[in-house]
């Protein structure tokens, strides 16, 4: 059973960054990240093939965030930039063991607990 834990999250001003980590405790192929705001449903951000050679964003986020992995680390990143209130939330990363590129999809094996992000003046 592989753990995944996130970091990096915390408050920030509109126009902000925050830089978010996953790390796994074992060997994942593809990885996502997910967030969901309160009373809201979780929705998908971003993904990242296995070997970090193909990406894919929502388009809420497309040209603000980018999404990296370093597999030497078992590191999975997520660099946000250009902060909006709207992408306030509980941040998740999720991933697969075996499936190489998992895209939008919203079936994960691997769970983290999540980290918060606020952006708010």
């Known amino acids: 059973q592989v753990q995944l834990v996130e970091s990096g999250g915390g408050s920030v001003q509109p126009g902000g960054s925050l830089r978010l980590s996953c790390t796994a405790s074992?060997?994942?192929?593809?990885m996502s990240w997910f967030r969901q705001a309160p009373g809201k449903e979780r929705t998908w951000v971003s993904a990242i093939s296995s070997g970090g050679g193909t990406t894919l964003y929502a388009d809420s986020v497309k040209g603000r965030f980018t999404i990296s992995r370093d597999n030497a680390k078992n590191t999975l990143f997520l660099q946000m930039n250009s902060l909006k209130p709207e992408d306030t939330g509980m941040y998740y990363c999720a991933a697969d063991s075996s499936e190489p590129f998992c895209g939008s999809r919203r079936t994960f094996l691997y769970w983290g607990q999540g980290t918060q992000v606020t952006v708010s003046s």
């Open positions: 074992g060997y994942v192929a593809c």
